[in-house]
């Protein structure tokens, strides 16, 4: 079995690997680690800003990759067969097109908690997975 397990550094993030190690045991499977990074940004009309903001993007960039395979490694000691991947890109988009492409047969994200006024404004990462998704979706609940 394989489980595409979406990361986002968040407080959620740590019950999200809580999760996964438990699956990853019982089902015997093997984990895309996957962190969905902002795209890169559009400029017009700027000709001195890009240089510094690519230097920018590249150290976040960087530091995302560092976090993401930390967490990696979190769940290799116990002997989880994880794989890390920083992709970059519109999140939910993203997200099942690298299920689609790694054959994922679970995908595993966390909930924010935001509500139903944060949901109608920020949109929701989860139920966009869900109503588009090809495979089942497993929501991790952030504790209040």
Request: aromatic share 4%; net charge negative.
């Amino acid at each position: 079995m394989k489980l595409l397990v979406a990361v986002d550094f968040s407080e959620t993030t740590e019950l999200v690997l809580r999760v996964t190690r438990r699956f990853a045991a019982s089902l015997d499977a093997s984990v895309w680690l996957v962190h969905v990074a902002d795209p890169e940004p559009d400029f017009v009309g700027y000709e001195a800003g890009p240089d510094v903001v690519r230097d920018q993007v590249a150290k976040e960039l960087r530091d995302e990759h560092r976090k993401l395979q930390a967490l990696a490694e979190e769940l290799r000691e116990p002997g989880v067969d994880v794989t890390a991947l920083l992709v970059q890109g519109p999140t939910v988009e993203t997200l099942l097109n690298e299920a689609d492409k790694q054959g994922a047969d679970l995908i595993v994200v966390g909930s924010h908690g935001r509500g139903v006024v944060g949901e109608m404004l920020l949109g929701s990462v989860s139920k966009g997975l869900i109503r588009a998704g090809k495979c089942p979706v497993t929501v991790v609940p952030a504790i209040r």
